[in-house]
Each structure stands twice: as structure tokens, then as C-alpha cells.
């Protein structure tokens, strides 16, 4: 069965989004909790991107490297910027920062590997996906 390489980006997606919601349970340690929120996200969203050049078979560095990262988070645009600040802010709210801040870390991941998808998926039309 022929699967394409956004299929394959999308599954996987769903699966690093728990990272994303583990950020916020991180994040919701007091004190602390907004800057480790926002540090690990960062994390999260450095090993979708690669992960997900990979399923593209896309060497990141040769496409851009940074280039290639910076490209995905502008295509994200102002939702994630939203996020991370709602996020931070509902980390310094005891109690709400530890309901809220899981739901933010999976949308902003979810919202970050859509863009990557999208990303890469203009540089690759409808790419068979090839498990290695």
C-alpha cells in the first residue's frame, strides 16, 4: 500500500504531540515552571522538525539547517506565538497552569509539525513515504 510522506508526518504527529503535553505538565512546576515550559517546547519542536525531514528523507542541514527551521516557525505564524505566551502566562496561575499548559504544549507542537509538514511538503509534492 502506498503511503505519502504527509500521511506518515501527520501519524507520527499525533504521537510527538504527548511531548508537547508533558512540556506543560513540566511546566507546571512552581517558580520555575514557565521557563521550563517554554525551554522544552523549544526541545520538542527541534526533534519534529528533524523527525519530520526525515520522513521527508530531507537532510536538514543541506536544506537550509536553520534556514529550514526558520521557515517552518514563520509558516506557523502568530498562533504559535499566542500559545507559548498563554501557555507561560497560565504557568504562573497555581492550578490552572497545570490544567492548561498540557492542552497549550500539544496544540503549539501540533500547530509547529503542521507547518513543517507544509513546509516540507512544498518542497516535495505528494512524496511516497519509504521506511528505512
Excluded: W
Excluded at 507546571?28 to 519530520?52: C, D, E, H, K, Y
Excluded at 505566551?85 to 500539544?106: D, E, N, S, W
Excluded at 509538514?117 to 509534492?125: G, K, L, R, T
Amino acid at each position: 500500500m502506498i503511503k505519502y510522506c504527509h500521511e506518515q508526518a501527520r501519524e507520527e504527529l499525533l504521537l510527538m504531540m504527548g511531548g508537547g503535553a508533558a512540556t506543560g505538565v513540566a511546566g507546571s512546576i512552581p517558580v520555575v515552571g514557565a521557563g521550563v515550559f517554554n525551554a522544552s517546547l523549544t526541545v520538542v519542536q527541534a526533534a519534529v522538525v528533524t523527525r519530520i525531514a526525515q520522513i521527508y528523507d530531507v537532510d536538514i542541514i543541506a536544506a537550509g539547517g536553520a534556514g529550514a527551521l526558520a521557515g517552518a516557525i514563520i509558516a506557523a505564524g502568530g498562533g504559535q506565538l499566542l500559545a507559548r505566551v498563554g501557555g507561560t502566562i497560565a504557568g504562573f496561575i497555581p492550578g490552572v497552569g497545570g490544567l492548561v499548559q498540557p492542552a497549550v504544549g500539544a496544540a503549539a507542537v501540533k500547530a509547529f509539525g503542521e507547518a513543517a509538514i507544509a513546509y516540507f511538503e512544498s518542497m516535495h509534492p505528494n512524496k511516497i513515504y519509504v521506511k528505512k
